[in-house]
C-alpha cells in the first residue's frame, strides 16, 4: 500500500484526527525480527557469560592483572554460599541477585545471573552457543536486510538522517523529552533529532559494535588480519566490550520502550503493527 | 477519558504479554530438551563454519604474541593428573617408556618414542589458548609439527581426519577416555603441533605431558592432551559417540573456529 497521508476514519474516530501511513511492512517485520533476534541473543549471551563470569583488559585473561568485573558463588561456612559481585576490585554482596540465589527447595546455591533472565534458564553452554550462533546469522541478514532497504528505499536518508531544522532544535527536543512532552499534529509524523540520533547511534555503532567483538572471539576470524583484534585491546578486552555492548543495547531498549509507553503506547504498538499511526489535528489558539 | 472497557482492555493485553514471555521462555527451555530443534539451531554453526572458511585462506595464521605477553603460569583445564594407572607408571619414568602410536589409514605405520618425536622438524610459538567457556591464555609451544610427521607415515587417499586418543579418563571410573580430531587441512597447516614444550620446560603434566595438540585456530577442547595415539580414519562416525571428540559427544561443536 503506498503512504498517504489522508485514511478514511472510522465513523468513530476522534474528529480531527487521522490514520497515518508510518512505518512501511519490510521495516515492521525487521522490527519484530531484530526483537526477537536480539532478545535470544542477549538471553543466550548471559548464559555463555555465566561459563567463565569474569570480565578481563588485555589481550588475554592472564595477564598479570586480575579481572576487571566478576560475578562469584563464594563458599560462606559450611553448606553457605555467598553471592559476590567484583568490580575494579571492590566487593560486593549480591545474593539473590548475582551469584547465589535460593533455588526451589529453599536452599542457596550457586547462580551467575536469574533463571529468567538466560537461555536456556540452567547452567548450559553447548546449547546456549547453539541459540546464539544461531540467532546472530538471523540477525545479521535481517541487519543487512533493514541496511539494504533503508538505503534503497530512502528510510535513511528522508526519515533518520537529521536535517538542519533538526540540528537546530536539538536543545529545545532535550528540554521536551525531560518534560515528557512529545510532538503533536504534522510533527508527531517524523522522528524528532534526539530518536534519530539514538537511532542511528544503534544501527552504525552499537550493533556493528558488538558484531565485531563477536567475530574478535572467535580465533578462526582473528586470522583474517593478523592482529586486528588488538585494535579493540586484544581479545579479552573484546569480549569485555562485547558484553557492555550488550547491555548498552538493554538500555537503549528500556529508553525506547519508555518513550513508547509515555507518548501513546497503543498508537506506537499499533502502527508497528498494521503500519498506522493516528494524527490528532493540532489544536489551533 | 479512558473508558472501563478500554482499560480492563490494557489490562489484558499487559497481563497477556507478561504470560506470554514466561511461556516463551519456558517453551526455549522445552525445545532445547527435543531432539530435532538443536538440529535446526546447530545450522547456524555450519554456516558460520562454510562462510569463515570462505574468507579465511586455508593456510591463514594464527596471532602470535611476544614473550611479553606470555601467561604467568599458563592455566591447567579438564585434567590437570590423569587416573589412569598406565599413564601415571610411564610419568614416573620421565615418559621413557612412552611411544606415539601413529597408525590407521597410513601407508607406513610408526611408533615413536619422545627422542625421536623430538627430532623431527618442530616449531616454537607464541599464541594465545581460547577456552569455550571465555577465558584465554598466553603460552610459548614447542612442537614437532604434525605435517612432518604425516609425511612421514604417508596418509591414504581416502584419508579425511586425524584422530587422537588420550590417556585421560573422562569418569571417576576409569573409562571414558578423551578424544578429539581434526581434518586434514588443520592437520597439514603449519602451526599445528605435537607440543612437548611450554615456556622453555618440558610440558608439564597439569598441561598435558608429554605430548598435546596444538591446533592454533580453533577452540581450547580441541588442543587434545596426554596423546597417546593417532589415527588416521575416512569417518569418525564409529568412533564413541560418535561425534569425532569427547566435548562434541556431550553437544559442543566439531569445529571449533567461534
Not at chain 1, 546464539?132 to 533503508?150: C, D, E, P, Q, T
Not at chain 1, 557492555?244 to 503506547?265: C, N, P, Q, R, T
Not at chain 2, 618425536?117 to 614437532?144: M, N
Not at chain 2, 605435517?147 to 612421514?152: D, K, R, T, W
Amino acid at each position: 500500500m503506498p503512504p498517504s497521508d489522508v485514511m478514511p476514519a472510522p465513523a468513530a474516530a476522534r474528529a480531527g484526527s487521522y490514520l497515518y501511513y508510518r512505518h512501511s511492512l519490510p521495516v515492521r517485520v525487521m522490527h519484530w525480527i531484530n526483537v526477537i533476534a536480539l532478545t535470544i541473543l542477549f538471553l543466550s549471551g548471559l548464559n555463555i557469560f555465566s561459563a567463565h563470569p569474569a570480565l578481563y583488559w588485555g589481550k588475554s585473561s592472564y595477564t598479570g592483572k586480575g579481572p576487571i568485573f566478576q560475578i562469584a558463588a563464594v563458599e560462606a561456612g559450611e553448606d553457605e554460599v555467598v553471592g559476590v559481585t567484583r568490580i575494579f576490585g571492590r566487593e560486593f554482596d549480591t545474593t539473590e541477585v548475582l551469584g547465589a540465589a535460593t533455588d526451589a527447595e529453599g536452599d542457596v546455591v550457586a547462580r551467575i545471573f536469574p533463571g529468567w533472565l538466560t537461555l536456556p534458564s540452567d547452567r548450559w553452554l553447548s546449547m546456549a552457543r547453539r541459540w546464539h550462533f544461531f540467532f546472530a546469522w538471523v540477525f545479521v541478514i535481517n541487519g543487512l536486510a533493514y541496511l539494504a532497504y533503508s538505503i534503497a528505499s530512502r528510510h535513511l536518508g528522508r526519515d533518520l538522517a537529521p536535517s538542519a531544522t533538526d540540528w537546530r532544535s536539538i536543545g529545545r527536543s532535550i528540554v521536551d523529552h525531560l518534560r515528557f512532552k512529545h510532538p503533536t499534529g504534522e510533527a508527531a509524523k517524523r522522528y524528532n533529532v534526539l530518536q534519530k540520533l539514538a537511532y542511528l547511534a544503534v544501527i552504525f555503532i552499537l550493533l556493528p559494535l558488538v558484531v565485531m567483538m563477536g567475530f574478535a572471539m572467535s580465533p578462526w576470524l582473528d586470522t583474517l588480519i593478523p592482529g586486528w583484534v588488538d585494535f579493540f585491546g586484544g581479545r579479552q578486552s573484546a569480549r569485555t566490550i562485547h558484553f557492555i555492548v550488550a547491555w548498552l543495547l538493554v538500555a537503549f531498549v528500556l529508553v525506547h520502550v519508555f518513550e513508547v509507553i509515555v507518548s501513546g503506547f497503543w498508537n506506537h504498538l499499533r502502527s508497528m503493527i498494521t503500519g498506522r499511526y493516528r494524527v490528532n489535528a493540532e489544536v489551533r489558539k | 477519558m479512558k473508558t472501563r472497557s478500554e482499560l480492563s482492555r490494557r489490562r489484558f493485553f499487559g497481563r497477556a504479554l507478561g504470560a506470554a514471555g514466561a511461556v516463551a521462555l519456558s517453551g526455549c527451555d522445552a525445545l532445547s530438551q527435543t531432539q530435532w530443534f538443536p538440529k535446526i539451531l546447530a545450522s547456524g554453526e555450519a554456516l558460520s563454519r562454510t562462510v569463515q572458511h570462505l574468507i579465511a585462506p586455508r593456510r591463514a595464521m594464527a596471532q602470535e604474541f611476544g614473550e611479553a605477553d606470555l601467561s604467568p603460569g599458563f592455566r591447567s583445564n579438564g585434567t590437570s593428573k590423569p587416573d589412569n594407572p598406565q599413564y601415571q607408571a610411564l610419568a614416573a619414568a620421565s615418559f621413557a617408556q612412552y611411544r606415539l602410536e601413529v597408525g590407521g589409514l597410513v601407508e607406513k605405520p610408526a611408533s615413536l618414542s619422545l627422542a625421536e618425536l623430538r627430532t623431527l622438524p618442530s616449531r616454537t610459538q607464541i599464541t594465545r589458548h581460547d577456552c569455550v567457556e571465555g577465558w584465554s591464555a598466553i603460552g610459548k609451544w614447542k612442537g614437532a609439527r604434525l605435517a612432518a610427521l604425516l609425511e612421514q607415515v604417508r596418509p591414504r587417499p581416502e584419508a579425511r581426519f586425524v584422530m587422537f586418543y588420550c590417556a585421560d579418563p573422562m569418569e571417576r571410573d576409569g573409562t571414558n577416555l578423551y578424544y578429539e580430531s581434526i581434518d586434514m587441512e588443520d592437520a597439514f597447516h603449519p602451526q599445528t603441533l605435537l607440543a612437548y614444550e611450554l615456556n622453555g620446560v618440558a610440558l608439564p603434566i597439569q598441561n598435558g605431558a608429554p605430548v598435546r595438540l596444538r591446533v592454533e585456530r580453533q577452540l581450547g577442547y580441541k588442543h587434545a592432551k596426554y596423546v597417546m595415539r593417532i589415527e588416521l580414519v575416512d569417518s569418525f562416525a564409529k568412533i564413541a559417540g560418535g561425534k569425532g571428540g569427547y566435548w562434541e559427544d556431550q553437544g559442543y561443536e566439531w569445529w571449533a573456529g567461534i
